[in-house]
């Protein structure tokens, strides 16, 4: 079953100006990850931000954790026509075996119109 | 640096047929190893993660199989494809505490099952 939610599902702006997306969760974690997917193509990872952590910058990102409400937020300013991929939030998939895999969200699709 | 490459990066095969997929990972030795699944306009779905040779962990039971013959493989097989099975397949791999840390994705394979 999925974790993360994330929110809105498509999401089209103008070069320049600021994107958010929310991510919401069940469970308790330890941390959540946010990575970005261009169209066909693989992960990246672009920020890991810890339970104990309320807001951390990456560049043009900032990414927000209120565990309280179970709720992330990304924060992508000055955004740029190479900023348009989907977007996942990501938190552990508890297995217990000592290597957790990650459970997604279905993303934000982000599109920076020119 | 680590590099992980997978392969074929697209692939077309009957219904029923057999498949192999291949994910190797360079620069790192033990790495946690994942197969993840993306079914179109869907998020990630783990399918298996190993922390260790021979050592498979299975989160879906489906007709797909793992295996890691070699630290740094991990091959992802089926003996009987179903059209279910096409989708996006995603390699990752981690190191320390398996998902609590970042994990760094291939550029996947397509798999389309005619």
């Known amino acids: 079953s999925q974790q993360g939610e994330e929110d809105p599902q498509a999401l089209s702006i103008q070069e320049g100006e600021n994107a958010t997306m929310n991510c919401s969760y069940k469970?308790?974690?330890?941390?959540l990850q946010w990575y970005r997917q261009n169209s066909g193509r693989g992960l990246v990872h672009l920020i890991l931000?810890?339970?104990?952590?309320r807001e951390k910058h990456s560049g043009r990102l900032r990414v927000t954790l209120d565990t309280s409400k179970k709720s992330s937020s990304l924060l992508i300013t000055a955004s740029r026509a190479a900023d348009t991929a989907s977007y996942f939030c990501?938190?552990?998939?508890?297995?217990?075996?000592?290597?957790?895999?990650?459970?997604f969200g279905k993303g934000t699709h982000l599109i920076i119109q020119p | 640096s680590q590099t992980i490459h997978q392969w074929p990066a697209t692939l077309v095969q009957p219904v029923g047929s057999p498949l192999s997929l291949e994910c190797t990972v360079e620069g790192t030795s033990n790495p946690n190893l994942y197969w993840y699944r993306q079914a179109a306009g869907r998020g990630l779905q783990l399918l298996f993660y190993s922390v260790g040779i021979g050592q498979i962990s299975s989160e879906v039971p489906q007709n797909l199989s793992a295996s890691r013959p070699q630290d740094r493989q991990f091959i992802l097989s089926s003996k009987k494809l179903l059209l279910s099975d096409s989708g996006f397949y995603l390699c990752?791999?981690?190191?320390?505490?398996?998902?609590?840390?970042?994990?760094?994705f291939g550029p996947g394979t397509r798999l389309l099952v005619l």
């Open positions: 990501a938190t552990v998939l508890y297995s217990g075996g000592g290597a957790d895999g990650l459970t």
């Open positions: 990752a791999w981690s190191n320390g505490a398996g998902g609590q840390e970042t994990q760094y």
């Open positions: 931000i810890r339970s104990n952590e």
């Open positions: 469970t308790s974690i330890n941390n």
